[in-house]
């Protein structure tokens, strides 16, 4: 099922074949030429399947095949029989002989990549001829890669071949990144270019302690050449793609970021830097005054997937009440061989504890700075505003500046207002990705207010942001309270990380079920007044919730119908919906 | 900045076509184009479609120039385009295509038959009329496109590949009925194409690409097989294949590609492996594919493509990032591309419908929510309740 472009002269998989009017006279002759290259092409067929059926591998069934495979290149057992002709040949053949007849194969491919550049098994037999021939000429290879680039820059199949080439005869890489600077300067807008070189700059100069596994001094470089590409053209948008590579962050160290143990639930939750799945290349374990627990460490959800959350159930009477309990949880990284440890207190007087990884402001969900990197973002930051002003609706030049911003300064306090009006331009200048732009706020607003928290800060208020989504939530796991109130939110399924969460106000939001909030185990009061909720079976979701008591529901489709708030109040027997009251009025 | 008085050069377009051929328009008829500084500049209409209309109805297939004189390749949808959905139609016309066995685009797309049928068979289902279709002949021929080695080809007499032992086990899977074919050897067959790298053969010729990964591990799990192969060596050598902009080439190196990006995503998602996945920059990368005629294309400065309203679609869909597209707009392009007369959807309006772009117009429809399409899966392409009927139960983000 899986082919993409295409380039079918011939096929059922046309791409870009116009769709002509013609008269009755036309599609009869069109009928007619066609049966009789039907007729051609069948006996042809039949002919190469006959002398492969009989084993003759030799000239005419290359003859036979070629005829074919030139005028349409992806009957693939065409490409097989050929091998199997160069393969039997092989041992029958003096090697001069052999190098002719693998030249001319190769003088063939010319000719039907020449009409199908696109054909995957053209360029695979290729690789096989070279494979095969007795004195390849590689050189000539990179020659031809660079003239069907010529022709066609984006030509995927060419780039591979090219790196194919160029693997196999180790050409020197330095001279390929200069062939992609000479590419990128005869034409800005050529993306496989900029790809090619952010492969090639990881090996030429590697600096595996960098986010971009790249020497920074050359990356910062890269800067001003993507600078001329995008003030030529700031509409291109390789240069940008490239460009956001540059700014990238590196995968986080592993570690663990958080501990939360509960006497009353027997639980504890460990919140780590980066998504693991446990047994497969790590292991928490966790033991109560020095001896081990025994039990299985599970995601919140029950989820199959790599999760940074994870949960034991510890067994009964692990943390006895009135007790003191010391705990210690690790973590080991079996390929690494590393471990991490978080030792903890549970005082006899504590129904909870938990054990915060101190990070140094504003790194949490960003990379540190370098001086030098925060100098060439500074000054990077001065000339896309300049470039701005010249082009004020510009959605790549907004996009770029946003994100400028965001990585010399994590916690939005110098650039909050200018970040907003961004974002806003941006939506209104780009409307088809306006969710994107908004989600994207929505993320970088989140990490903010993260940032600038304290960890052991347990209320959380982001009523009122705009937020149309959540980011992050697993780092709100110590979070008692939050106030989600008049925002945009669709979905409140991340929630369910929040496992310390008692007190949730998601009023004037857009929700249409509360799917997420089951794993709240916690929660005593929900306010989910004036969302788009419909019927009364969304509430089944809260039926774990067995704390909850104060429930607000007005404003709500489902309020409609009186009967509902009785339903919902049956949810469990500690319940009250608090604004039965205004439902009704 | 850029300056200068005469037009870009023309770009390779996917095909000319000659004005002169079977319309009465001349140059001098084409409607005003807007000028240069303008938003938009359309030159070089050379596409046309019907002269049914009272005027003559023309697609630019061409060159949309914007304000700095950068060519954006797209189409321009008429008013006058197919607005609503004509279903009854595209189940006559892939009935129809396959009583053609004398047809010549029939006959000289045999080496692609299995994958074919595939796709007709899958567009039938989703419309709910899969019982149009001959059974019992379509489960006769798998079975003797079946090899000793237990691959499948695309039709008698060719040679077995994954692409179309996928394809198979998809047509099995539709009818509910994997035993018509030796599964044992099948599994044998996939897991014998696997490297050491994790990679995996399209067949015993040796090329390798992620397409075939997702192949195996798609066709595997269909036959809950998973356990046949190196699972963790398949992720990393998909993992391996990711790029600066979030999305996936062919092999190690190669450059991020919609379709490529489908069959990582899958794989990552088949095999529980999605959170490799930098989902807001791959999201970004996705709906920037977004035209503005609403239509998507595979990779940056590309045309778009019917079918890419498949590959990318369905990406973000998997990615949990579908609603970063503008959805009306696609759905206005995929009913653009409808052709009226014969059924059939094509890659870009006015141009010839075939299978293959039905299938995933239809699909794309489906993912945006039409509801008189039955639900698709985002990862198999084929419909919901049969990969239930599978008892496979993914988790996408």
């Known amino acids: 099922m899986v082919w993409f472009e295409h380039y079918f002269g011939l096929c059922i998989v046309q791409h870009g074949r116009i769709k002509v009017k013609t008269t009755a006279e036309q599609q009869e002759a069109k009928r007619k030429e066609r049966e009789k290259k039907l007729k051609i092409y069948n006996a042809g067929t039949e002919a190469v399947f006959q002398k492969r059926k009989n084993k003759e591998f030799d000239e005419e069934g290359l003859k036979l095949s070629g005829e074919l495979l030139g005028v349409n290149p992806d009957i693939y057992s065409f490409w097989n029989f050929r091998r199997e002709i160069f393969i039997d040949l092989q041992d029958k053949r003096e090697e001069a002989e052999l190098q002719k007849l693998l030249q001319d194969e190769l003088h063939f491919l010319e000719a039907c990549l020449k009409v199908n550049p696109k054909s995957y098994g053209a360029w695979h037999h290729r690789c096989f001829v070279m494979d095969a021939i007795p004195e390849p000429d590689w050189g000539r290879e990179l020659h031809l890669c660079n003239t069907f680039l010529n022709l066609d820059e984006r030509n995927f199949h060419c780039w591979d071949y090219r790196r194919h080439v160029v693997l196999r005869s180790n050409v020197n890489l330095d001279e390929e990144l200069q062939y992609t600077t000479q590419k990128i300067q005869s034409n800005f807008s050529n993306y496989s270019s900029w790809h090619y070189r952010s492969k090639l700059l990881p090996v030429i100069h590697p600096d595996s302690s960098h986010p971009v596994a790249v020497q920074e001094d050359v990356l910062l470089k890269e800067f001003e050449v993507v600078q001329n590409a995008v003030f030529t053209d700031p509409d291109d948008q390789s240069a940008w793609f490239y460009q956001r590579w540059l700014l990238g962050r590196g995968q986080k160290k592993l570690q663990i970021c958080c501990v939360h143990v509960s006497r009353d639930l027997q639980r504890i939750v460990v919140l780590l830097s980066r998504p693991v799945m446990m047994g497969q290349g790590h292991c928490l374990t966790v033991s109560i005054d020095t001896t081990p627990v025994a039990g299985k460490w599970r995601t919140i959800t029950g989820s199959r997937m790599y999760s940074t959350l994870w949960v034991i159930d510890l067994p009964d009477q692990s943390l006895p009440v009135d007790k003191q309990a010391s705990i210690a949880v690790t973590l080991m990284d079996d390929r690494y061989c590393t471990k991490f440890s978080e030792g903890l207190q549970l005082m006899p007087d504590q129904e909870e504890t938990w054990a915060v990884a101190e990070f140094k402001q504003g790194s949490r969900f960003s990379t540190e700075l370098s001086a030098a990197a925060t100098s060439t973002m500074a000054q990077e930051l001065e000339s896309i505003r300049e470039l701005q002003s010249l082009e004020p609706n510009n959605k790549w030049v907004l996009l770029t500046m946003i994100h400028l911003m965001k990585a010399i300064d994590p916690e939005h306090t110098k650039y909050a207002a200018e970040l907003e009006e961004s974002f806003n331009k941006l939506a209104a200048v780009d409307t088809m990705r306006k969710s994107y732009y908004w989600d994207l706020r929505s993320k970088f607003l989140i990490e903010s207010v993260l940032e600038s928290h304290d960890s052991k800060v347990r209320d959380v208020k982001l009523c009122q942001r705009g937020l149309s989504c959540l980011y992050h939530t697993d780092w709100m796991v110590l979070v008692t309270s939050i106030d989600l109130s008049q925002n945009y939110l669709k979905s409140v399924r991340s929630l369910s990380d929040l496992q310390c969460l008692r007190s949730l106000n998601l009023d004037n939001n857009q929700l249409a079920d509360l799917q997420g909030l089951a794993f709240c185990r916690r929660l005593t009061d929900l306010s989910v007044k004036n969302n788009s909720i419909c019927n009364v079976e969304v509430f089944e979701e809260l039926r774990t919730c067995v704390f909850l008591k104060k429930l607000s529901v007005a404003g709500n489709p489902v309020c409609a119908i009186e009967d509902n708030v009785t339903k919902i109040c049956a949810l469990n027997k500690s319940l009250q919906v608090v604004d039965e009251q205004d439902s009704i009025g | ?397």
């Not at chain 2, 066995?101 to 567009?123: F, N």
């Not at chain 2, 309203?309 to 707009?329: F, M, N, P, Q, T």
């Open chain 2, 1 to 397: 900045m850029k300056e200068s008085s005469v037009l870009p050069p023309r770009i390779e377009p996917a095909y000319s076509f000659p004005l002169n051929c079977s319309t009465n328009l001349a140059k001098g008829k084409f409607p005003p184009v807007c000028n240069r500084r303008g938003k938009m500049h359309v030159c070089n209409p050379c596409y046309l479609v019907s002269e049914d209309h009272a005027s003559p109805v023309l697609l630019w297939d061409a060159y949309v120039f914007n304000s700095k004189g950068t060519p954006i390749k797209d189409v321009v949808i008429p008013d006058s385009a197919q607005k609503s959905l004509l279903l009854q139609k595209h189940c006559d016309y892939i009935a129809s295509y396959g009583s053609k066995k004398d047809d010549y685009e029939y006959c000289i797309t045999e080496y692609l038959r299995m994958s074919g049928m595939y796709w007709g068979l899958t567009v039938m289902d989703l419309m709910g009329q899969l019982n149009r279709m001959d059974k019992d002949q379509v489960l006769q021929f798998i079975q003797q496109c079946q090899h000793e080695c237990g691959g499948i080809s695309a039709s008698i007499g060719h040679d077995p590949h994954l692409l179309y032992t996928l394809s198979a086990i998809q047509i099995l899977t539709l009818y509910d009925a994997v035993d018509m074919v030796n599964v044992e050897k099948v599994v044998e067959y996939v897991r014998s194409l696997q490297q050491d790298d994790g990679s995996f053969y399209g067949d015993k010729w040796g090329e390798v690409d992620t397409r075939f990964s997702f192949c195996a591990v798609a066709c595997l799990s269909l036959l809950g097989r998973l356990d046949a192969i190196d699972v963790d060596t398949t992720v990393e050598f998909v993992v391996t294949c990711m790029n600066f902009d979030g999305g996936f080439g062919c092999r190690p190196g190669s450059e991020s590609h919609a379709g490529q990006i489908y069959c990582c995503v899958g794989t990552l998602a088949i095999t529980g492996n999605l959170h490799h996945i930098n989902a807001d920059l791959l999201g970004w990368w996705l709906c920037e594919r977004q035209l503005p005629s609403g239509g998507l294309n595979g990779r940056p400065e590309k045309m778009p493509d019917v079918c890419y309203s498949w590959w990318v679609l369905a990406s973000l869909k998997i990615i949990g990032k579908i609603h970063w597209i503008d959805k009306e707009k696609l759905e206005k392009f995929i009913l653009a591309c409808q052709d009226e007369e014969t059924g059939g959807v094509s890659d870009r309006p006015g141009n010839i419908v075939d299978p293959f772009h039905t299938l995933f117009g239809v699909c794309g429809l489906s993912l945006l929510g039409n509801e008189t399409i039955k639900p698709v899966n985002p990862v198999y392409c084929m419909p919901e309740d049969v990969i239930q009927r599978a008892g496979i139960r993914l988790e996408l983000l």
